[in-house]
C-alpha cells in the first residue's frame, strides 16, 4: 500500500459540534479550531487547514474546496454523505471518512419509539382515581392495533433497514422490504423481498431507509403516496429529500386516518410556512434519531481516521480514499 507523508503539525477545522473526548484527543496531535463556515475563526483558516471535521450542516462542495487548497480529509461525524460532494472531493485528492454504523442502533430504536408512542396510547398517574375513572382510563387509552398484528414495509434494507427487521421480527411482525440490490439471506432476518409496488400496497407501516442518491429524491411523490393504505403508517428518519413534502401535505389531508413520523426534513431546520405544520396526522421531529450519546460518542470517532489519513495511514472506512492509496 502506498502512503503519502504525513503532514507535520496539522491544522484541523471543526465546524460543528464533537464528543469533548474526541475533540480532546484530536487536538492533542494537530492545532483544532472549532469554528462553522462564515464565521471569523473559519475564514482566516481554511486557506491552511489540512482537514475538515463536519456533521450534517455543513457543505463541501466544490467552492469551498477551492479555498482549502491543503486540504488532505474531510471527515463526516455521522453516516449519510449527502452533504459532501464526493467527486469534488475525488478530483482535489482530498479523502472522505465517516462512521457508517455509529448510530444504527440509536436510529433503529428510535423508529419503535415513534411507532409504539403512534401505536399504545398511555397516561401516567399523577393522582390515584376512584374506579370509574380507573376503568374510564383503561377504556380509552386501549390501542386498536399492535405491532404483532401489523405488516411492516421497509424500504432499502441496508445496516438501519436490516436492523430494523431484526428487531420487527422480535414483535413478531410480517416484514417485507424492496431494495435494489440482492440482499443476503443472513441479512434479511426474515423479511420478504418484493417489488416496490407490492411494498407500497401491502404493508400497515412503511418505514424509509434508503441513501442519498439523487434518484432518490421525491422517492415518495403522491402516486406512490396514494397506493398505500387508507391507514398506513408511512415513517422516515432517512432523509427529508426522500418525500415529496407538497405531495405528502396532499395526501394526509386527505386520508385522515393515515399518520406521518417524520424525523428528517427537506430542508432543516424546517420554516414557519412548512406544509405540514398543524396537520393533526403528522408529526414532526427535531431530527433525532441518531441524537444518544452512545451514537454521539461513536459518530465522534471519525477523528481517528482523519488523523490516520494526516499520518499517512489507511483509513478504516473510507468513502473516498486517500491519495495513493491501494
Not at 482549502?68 to 464526493?86: E, M, T
Not at 382515581?129 to 411492516?152: F, H, I, M, Y
Amino acid at each position: 500500500m502506498a502512503v503519502r507523508d504525513p503532514v507535520a503539525q496539522p491544522l484541523v477545522i471543526q465546524t460543528e459540534r464533537l464528543h469533548p473526548d474526541s475533540a480532546t484527543w484530536l487536538a492533542q496531535r494537530c492545532t483544532l479550531v472549532a469554528a462553522a463556515p462564515g464565521e471569523e475563526a473559519f475564514e482566516a483558516h481554511i486557506e491552511r487547514a489540512n482537514a475538515l471535521v463536519v456533521r450534517t450542516y455543513t457543505r463541501v462542495d466544490a467552492s469551498l474546496l477551492a479555498r482549502a487548497p491543503r486540504l488532505r480529509v474531510v471527515g463526516r461525524a455521522g453516516v449519510g454523505l449527502d452533504n459532501i460532494d464526493l467527486v469534488a472531493c475525488a478530483e482535489r485528492h482530498v479523502a472522505v471518512v465517516h462512521t457508517p454504523d455509529a448510530n444504527t442502533t440509536a436510529v433503529v430504536e428510535y423508529v419503535f419509539t415513534l411507532l409504539l408512542d403512534a401505536l399504545r396510547p398511555r397516561q401516567r398517574l399523577l393522582d390515584a382515581p376512584d374506579p370509574s375513572g380507573w376503568e374510564a382510563l383503561r377504556k380509552e387509552l386501549s390501542a386498536p392495533r399492535q405491532l404483532a398484528d401489523l405488516t411492516l414495509g421497509i424500504y432499502g434494507l441496508g445496516r438501519v433497514g436490516s436492523a430494523v427487521a431484526r428487531v420487527a421480527a422480535a414483535f413478531h411482525m410480517r416484514v417485507l422490504y424492496h431494495d435494489l440490490l440482492d440482499i443476503p439471506e443472513s441479512r434479511r432476518h426474515g423479511a420478504t423481498p418484493v417489488s416496490r409496488d407490492t411494498l407500497l400496497e401491502d404493508v400497515d407501516i412503511l418505514s424509509v431507509h434508503v441513501d442519498g442518491r439523487p434518484e432518490n429524491r421525491r422517492l415518495l411523490d403522491g402516486p406512490a403516496l396514494d397506493r398505500l393504505r387508507d391507514d398506513a403508517i408511512l415513517v422516515n428518519t432517512s432523509r427529508g429529500f426522500i418525500i415529496d413534502t407538497p405531495a405528502l401535505a396532499s395526501w394526509l389531508r386527505r386520508r385522515p386516518h393515515c399518520l406521518a413520523l417524520l424525523d428528517v426534513h427537506q430542508p432543516e431546520p424546517i420554516p414557519s410556512d412548512h406544509p405540514l405544520l398543524g396537520l393533526p396526522n403528522a408529526r414532526l421531529y427535531p431530527h433525532l434519531g441518531g441524537a444518544t450519546a452512545t451514537a454521539n460518542r461513536n459518530m465522534s470517532r471519525v477523528v481517528e481516521d482523519i488523523w490516520r489519513v494526516l499520518s499517512g495511514e489507511e483509513p478504516a472506512y473510507a468513502a473516498v480514499r486517500p491519495a495513493g492509496a491501494s
